[in-house]
């Protein structure tokens, strides 16, 4: 237990501070940047402490919202996604996946992809609403979702299979 | 009594979820007003000195394209020192028109960002500097943009790439005044609104700053005509104005402290008291 919390302190810390000095700066094509500091969110512990979730990443958020300016939107992204997180599990791994170990930062299985990209797509759409917060910006915000969504996605995967546990 | 403890301790993940969110949409909300949270802005301690240190590591990437910035701001001067004939009625104004060299702080941008719709600088100087809130940035090519909020040593600026900001401007051969917003779409550009049919204009022309602004002092260089649309419905020229300055890749900035701005406002002030 003392050991997930551990890890679960070293991962927000790193992935915020990596988000910070790296992702925040990537631009690519002008508008499209990444997002894989709500890996955190993804990874955090199947059957953990749901209001600790939410804890954290409303301060997830509100840090990233402090460095980029953006008033509470990341936190609003990250507070729902946290919050609807139970629902993508059952929506992803079937309705026990509470009593089966579901291990995320492995390989990438189609329901483990399923569940990032819904993860990583009502994040980011969230995120974009929220940032223009006017429907004549519409297609603006899908476009954006989408084209960050499959970076954020890449970049995702590369992370878990990078910090994936060595077996044996 | 038992029951709404019952209730609360039942539903205490959505409750926490609802305060959370609440917080949070509130503070976005916020940030949408001019005028925004003073707690969330990248000028506090932490993340300004974060930035700083950040920025002391990749101000090393672009330090060529800096370099060859203010040698052509150095040459500019220098050929304004050398068009004075007579050396001893050097008038004590700066190349910035009617302002004493005082009046600017010199300052860096350590961070930056253009990628979105509402975006901001923040600088590595703040009220102990002398920087206040509704100051104008500058640099040696054009506007960069506002002041929003300062803290001891960090400030935020509303950059012009912002889609809040809205600055006077004016053509510069014929003081046909306008306002200066931006789209949200390119980094390049940005459109001047609400010019009146009566100006002539044509591709290639200059935009520089109004006089009607107690932001920023007159003819400060803004950017070119790039395209110019004419609004069937307002019977006023829209204007696609190509920036002289590349938003992306900023340095050293100026802030200007106008002096007169505080009479300006005091006297206006004072004339809304009147009526």
């Known amino acids: 237990m003392n050991s997930t919390l551990f890890v679960n302190i070293f991962r927000f810390i790193l992935l915020l501070a990596v988000q910070i000095v790296i992702f925040n700066n990537m631009n690519f094509l002008g508008y499209i940047s990444p997002y894989p500091y709500i890996l955190f969110i993804i990874l955090y512990p199947v059957n953990g402490n749901k209001s600790g979730l939410l804890v954290a990443s409303f301060f997830l958020g509100l840090i990233m919202d402090m460095f980029s300016n953006s008033g509470g939107i990341h936190t609003a992204a990250c507070v729902i996604l946290a919050y609807y997180r139970p629902y993508l599990f059952k929506f992803s791994f079937g309705l026990s996946y509470e009593y089966q170990t579901v291990k995320l930062n492995d390989v990438v299985t189609p329901e483990r992809f399923s569940f990032i990209l819904l993860s990583v797509l009502i994040h980011h759409f969230v995120l974009f609403v929220l940032e223009a917060f006017k429907i004549s910006f519409f297609w603006d915000i899908l476009i954006r979702t989408i084209l960050s969504t499959v970076f954020t996605i890449i970049i995702c995967i590369i992370i878990i299979y990078l910090i994936k546990p060595n077996k044996r | 009594m038992q029951q709404i403890f019952n209730f609360i301790y039942k539903n205490s993940n959505r409750l926490l979820f609802l305060l959370l969110l609440g917080i949070s949409l509130f503070l976005s909300i916020q940030s949408h007003s001019y005028h ?29 394209t800096q370099n060859d910035a203010l040698a052509q701001e150095n040459a500019k001067l220098r050929s304004l020192l050398f068009k004075v004939k007579d050396t001893t009625a050097i008038p004590k104004l700066d190349s910035i028109k009617g302002l004493h060299p005082d009046d600017i702080i010199v300052s860096k941008v350590i961070h930056n960002t253009f990628n979105t719709h509402e975006n901001y600088l923040t600088l590595n100087s703040g009220s102990l500097q002398g920087v206040k809130p509704d100051m104008g940035v500058i640099n040696s090519l054009g506007i960069v943009g506002i002041i929003d909020n300062t803290s001891d040593n960090y400030s935020t600026v509303i950059s012009i790439l912002n889609i809040k900001s809205q600055i006077n401007a004016k053509l510069k051969k014929s003081n046909h005044f306008g306002s200066l917003t931006w789209d949200g779409k390119s980094t390049g550009f940005v459109q001047l609104t609400d010019v009146p049919r009566l100006a002539s204009i044509r591709k290639g022309d200059t935009i520089v700053t109004g006089g009607q602004s107690v932001i920023f002092p007159e003819n400060i260089n803004i950017g070119t005509i790039n395209r110019i649309y004419f609004e069937n419905e307002t019977h006023y020229y829209k204007i696609e104005v190509k920036l002289f300055n590349d938003m992306t890749n900023l340095g050293h900035v100026y802030v200007i402290k106008s002096k007169n701005r505080e009479e300006i406002i005091n006297l206006e002030k004072k004339e809304e008291k009147d009526e």
């Open chain 2, 36 to 64: 925004r949270s003073k707690i969330i802005s990248s000028a506090n301690f932490l993340s300004g000195g974060v930035y700083e240190r950040i920025n002391n590591v990749s101000e090393y990437f672009n330090l060529r």
